[in-house]
């Protein structure tokens, strides 16, 4: 009997923010880190930490300017669970 394992996570920002352009969230699981919850594949801490700081446009046809902002939806001490994607440059994460 073979073990599965997981995919490495995704480091790539601009594919994690089609997937969520496309409707997935982004949950910071604990202990295991952050996870895109519909796919239930793992995301490097480095790729969210870019889409946290926003990003102002993209190449091609995919979505423009956002950033990553809470759902405030904390289980742990008021930290926020679950984070989506939101256009433009007014939402600012805590």
Same mark, same amino acid.
């Given at each position: 009997?073979?073990?599965?394992?997981?995919?490495?996570?995704?480091?790539?920002?601009?594919?994690?923010?089609?997937?969520?352009?496309?409707?997935?969230?982004?949950?910071?699981?604990? /202990?295991?880190?952050?996870?895109?919850?519909?796919?239930?594949?793992?995301?490097?801490?480095?790729?969210?930490?870019?889409?946290?700081?926003?990003?102002?446009?993209?190449?091609?046809?995919? /979505?423009?300017?956002?950033?990553?902002?809470?759902?405030?939806?904390?289980?742990?001490?008021?930290?926020?669970?679950?984070?989506?994607?939101?256009?433009?440059?007014?939402?600012?994460? /805590?």
């Amino acid at each position: 009997m073979s073990e599965t394992t997981d995919p490495p996570p995704l480091t790539d920002p601009i594919e994690i923010l089609r997937l969520l352009h496309a409707g997935d969230r982004l949950a910071h699981c604990h /202990p295991i880190g952050w996870r895109l919850l519909s796919g239930d594949l793992a995301v490097s801490e480095t790729a969210v930490n870019a889409l946290k700081r926003g990003v102002t446009r993209m190449a091609g046809d995919g /979505p423009g300017g956002g950033r990553l902002v809470p759902l405030d939806d904390g289980l742990f001490g008021g930290f926020s669970q679950t984070w989506m994607w939101a256009e433009g440059g007014t939402a600012v994460p /805590p």
